[in-house]
């Protein structure tokens, strides 16, 4: 059987050193990747499912907040990711949002993010490395605790903005030590998760390949016809905590 086709967006700045880390990452889960980037053609037709990667903060005119004057904004590669979580939805497409990309799943669902994330949670450590320096702790009984554990996660942080209000059918999955919240989930079909760190450059840690193995499991049963949630939870294999 071939392998489902994953399209990653990227940014047009540092996709060139991102996207590879990401083939990788989803060749090693058992899938194929097509970047995808504004200028670049990003046909959902073409792929099984989608990964939303990180880059600049997201415009706050798609919720209606207010721009802070750090921002560093993309108008471009906002209207195309909005587009594509939009339409992934709509087909039954599954979707795994990364840093940026988990604030667009969130945003496209209607939800809020705080721009200053750091700023509103003081007791939150501020972080910005590709190492993992930062702890998150994993709610029970969610996706994201079948597919990783429960134990506290240690994980990188590049980001300085992050989820306020959630969109819909979202739940959390995963906050900080100081309550920001670091991953949401979709509560039923298509799969779809949002995690604020990058997992692509932790790819020597089995919790964090877990993440892009559930998007290749949910993108073979969207092609199947199957179930997502419920291809994900099979395939979970029981972890330990590490």
Known sequence: ?????????????SGWRVFPLMAFNIWLAGGRALRWGTGREADLAQVDGVVIGGGDD?????????LVTSARL????????????????ERDTPVLGICRGSQMLNVAL???????AYGTYRDSRFIRTILPRKTVLVEADTRLAQLSGTGPM??????????????????IAARDEGGMIQAIERLS??????VQWHPEHL??????RALFRALVTAAAARRDHAGQIAAVRRDAAPLGEQ
């Open 203 to 208: 790819f020597y840690a089995r919790r964090q």
């Open 189 to 194: 079909d298509p799969f779809a998760i949002g």
């Open 74 to 89: 993309d108008p471009a590669r906002d209207a195309l990711e909005k587009r594509l979580v939009d339409a992934a939805l």
């Open 154 to 171: 240690r994980v990188n942080a590049l980001h300085t903005q992050a989820v306020e209000d959630l969109g819909e059918a979202l739940r």
């Open 110 to 116: 209607g939800g809020t993010l705080h721009q200053d």
């Open 1 to 13: 059987m071939t392998r489902p086709v994953i399209g990653v967006t990227t940014s047009n700045r």
């Open 58 to 66: 997201i415009s706050p005119d798609l919720y209606d907040g207010r």
